[in-house]
C-alpha cells in the first residue's frame, strides 16, 4: 500500500499531526502497537487532561523547556500557540477551566480531548492501523542519493507499506506499563542522527541512608516550599508545593526540579518561603515559655517541626531557655535545608522522558532530519522537555502542526 506519509505513534503529537496533514490533503496511515489510542492523555491531570498552559510566552517559551539546544523550540511554539489549540477545544465544545499559573484542565474526562483528535483524524481521512507493530523501516533513496525524497518501506503486522514520508511520534520512555518504547531512538541511530541520552523527568525523588531516616515518616505530608538546584548561571528555583513520599519526595516542586537536577548534585529547600525564620524564632525566645517544637509548628507543620527538632538533645527545651546558636542553625536548616537524592523513582513514575533525539539534528521549522530526507521526529521523542503543567502538550500541538505543515502531498 502507498501512502503520502505514515506517522507512527498515536499519542498526542501523532494523533494531531495525522489530522493536520489530512486536512491538508495529504493520504495518511497512523500506526500504533497499543491496542487503545493516546493513554498518556487519558490519566494526564489527574484524568481531566491539562492540555497546555495559557501562560506560555510565545516571545521567549524556551524559559518554559530543557533542552541541550533550548532555543530549538521557539519556532514551532511561537507558530502554534496555546490559544489557537483553545480555539479548536471550543469548537468541538470542550468545557474546560484554569486550576492555577495557567494550567488548563478538561471540564469532564481526559476522553474527550482523545474523542476530539480522532474526531480530526476522521475528518481528514486517516487510515488508522491499530494495534500494528513496525517491525523494519527501510530506505531507498532516488537516483542513490540520500538528500533527495526516495522510498520508505514499513514491515508492519499488517504488511508492507511504502511512502516518501515517515513521521516518528512514538514519545519517549517514561510509563512503560501504557506501552513506552525506545522506537524512535532506535530509528535516530539507524539513519545517523545523534541522541542525547534520555534520563526519567517529572519525576519523584528518592533518598537513602541515615540523613533521611527523621523524615521517612512524614510519607503524606505537603506544603509550600521554595526548591532549587545547581549554581550560578545553571541554578533553578520553583516556588510550589511539595509532598514527602515513603521513599522520598514528589508533589509540584519536585517533579519540576527533577528535570534539572544532575546525579550528585544537592537540592537547597526553603520550608518556610518568604518568611524570615531566624527572626521569628528570635522574637519567640523572647516571649514565649513554650518548647521550640511548639513554637516552630507556627511557621511549619508540626509533623516537620517534631522531625527537626526530635534529634537535637539542644533543641528539647523550651525556647526561652535555648542558645541563640542552636536556634540560629535550625532556622538556617528550614531555610536552607541541603540534601542530596539517592536517585529518581524512574521511568514507570515519571511523567516525561527528557533527552531524545538531538535538535542539531533536525530542522527547528519543519522538525524533519536534516540528514535523512523525509524522515520527521515530532513530540516527546525529541530533545524538548516541558515544565510540568501543560507545557509538554503544547510541544506535542506544535511540533506537530508545524511537521504537519510541511508535509508534502502526493510526493
Same mark, same amino acid.
Given at each position: 500500500m502507498n501512502f503520502d506519509v505514515v506517522v507512527i505513534g498515536a499519542g498526542a503529537a501523532g494523533l494531531f499531526c495525522a489530522a493536520q496533514a489530512g486536512h491538508r490533503g495529504l493520504k495518511v496511515l497512523l500506526v500504533d502497537h497499543s491496542e487503545r489510542v493516546a493513554e498518556k492523555i487519558r490519566i494526564s491531570g489527574g484524568g481531566r487532561c491539562n492540555f497546555t498552559n495559557r501562560d506560555l510566552d510565545v516571545r521567549a517559551p524556551q524559559? +518554559?523547556?530543557?533542552?541541550d539546544n533550548p532555543n530549538f523550540c521557539r519556532s514551532a511554539l511561537s507558530r502554534y500557540t496555546p490559544q489557537q489549540f483553545i480555539g479548536l477545544i471550543e469548537r468541538h465544545g470542550i468545557a474546560? +477551566? &484554569?486550576? +492555577?499559573?495557567?494550567?488548563?484542565?478538561?471540564?469532564?474526562?481526559?476522553?474527550?480531548?482523545?474523542?476530539?483528535?480522532?474526531? &480530526?483524524?476522521d475528518a481528514g481521512g486517516v487510515t488508522r492501523w491499530q494495534p500494528c507493530g513496525v517491525k523494519k523501516v527501510s530506505y531507498t533513496a532516488a537516483d542513490g542519493d540520500v538528500a533527495h525524497a526516495g522510498a520508505y518501506r514499513l514491515d508492519t503486522d499488517r504488511g508492507p507499506v511504502d511512502t516518501p514520508q515517515v513521521v516518528i511520534a512514538t514519545g519517549g520512555l517514561s510509563i512503560p506499563q501504557l506501552g513506552a518504547s525506545d522506537f524512535g531512538y532506535r530509528i535516530a541511530q539507524q539513519f545517523g542522527l545523534r541522541t542525547i541520552a534520555p534520563r526519567p523527568a517529572l519525576v519523584p525523588l528518592t533518598f537513602a541512608g541515615e540523613g533521611w531516616a527523621p523524615y521517612a515518616g512524614l510519607a503524606g505530608l505537603a506544603l509550600p516550599v521554595q526548591i532549587e538546584t545547581g549554581s550560578k548561571k545553571d541554578r533553578m528555583a520553583f516556588l510550589e508545593d511539595l509532598l514527602f513520599t515513603h521513599r522520598g519526595l514528589s508533589g509540584p516542586a519536585v517533579l519540576q526540579i527533577s528535570s534539572y537536577w544532575r546525579e550528585g548534585v544537592p537540592l537547597s529547600i526553603d520550608f518556610a518561603p518568604g518568611t524570615d525564620v531566624a527572626q521569628a524564632l528570635g522574637e519567640a525566645k523572647a516571649r514565649s515559655r513554650k518548647k521550640i517544637a511548639n513554637e516552630l509548628a507556627t511557621l511549619v507543620p508540626s509533623r516537620l517541626a517534631e522531625a527537626w527538632v526530635g534529634n537535637d538533645a539542644a533543641l528539647q527545651r523550651p525556647i526561652n531557655e535555648a542558645a541563640d546558636r542552636a536556634l540560629a542553625a535550625l532556622a538556617d536548616r528550614i531555610a536552607r535545608w541541603q540534601i542530596t537524592p539517592s536517585g529518581t523513582e524512574g521511568y514507570k513514575k515519571a511523567e516525561v522522558t527528557a533527552g531524545g533525539v538531538d535538535t542539531r539534528e533536525l530542522s527547528s521549522q519543519t522538525l524533519e532530519s536534516s540528514k535523512q530526507a523525509g524522515l520527521y521526529f515530532i513530540g516527546e521523542v525529541v530533545d524538548v522537555t516541558g515544565w510540568l503543567g501543560g507545557y509538554n502538550f503544547q510541544w506535542a500541538w506544535a511540533s506537530a502542526h508545524a511537521c504537519a505543515q510541511a508535509l508534502k502531498p502526493g510526493a
Open positions: 524559559k +518554559h523547556f530543557v533542552s474546560f +477551566h &484554569e486550576k +492555577h499559573k495557567g494550567q488548563l484542565f478538561c471540564d469532564g474526562p481526559s476522553q474527550q480531548i482523545i474523542d476530539m483528535l480522532l474526531a &480530526e483524524c
